[in-house]
């Protein structure tokens, strides 16, 4: 699976290094100080099967961390996202005023 695979962790750091160090074309600024980007998406839309992988919400919410916690130590300036669909929350992490 994606979120717990050591292999597409790795290459996931390198595109996140490869994308931080990018330069602007126009600006010449690399990506990771540029004030012209709001933001970045860590992934979009990421999915859990659970039916096919029982702790798959533990794995994305690990994965999700993980790579908050690697893009903040490379990045400290810019917005941060996961570009959920709205279907994954992790109970013990969704705010007090959402839950009935």
């Known amino acids: 699976m994606f979120f717990s695979d050591p292999q597409a962790w790795a290459m996931y750091e390198s595109h996140l290094e490869a994308v931080l160090d990018r330069r602007n074309a126009f600006s010449g600024r690399r990506y990771r100080e540029d004030p012209a980007i709001l933001g970045f998406n860590l992934i979009n839309e990421p999915r859990c099967e659970t039916w096919a ?6 794995l994305l919410q690990r994965w999700i961390e993980r790579a908050a916690a690697a893009f903040k130590s490379r990045d400290s300036r810019h917005l941060l996202s996961v570009g959920s669909e709205g279907f994954f929350a992790h109970e013990d992490r969704v705010p007090v005023a959402w839950q009935e």
């Open 53 to 58: 992988v029982p702790d798959c919400q533990e």
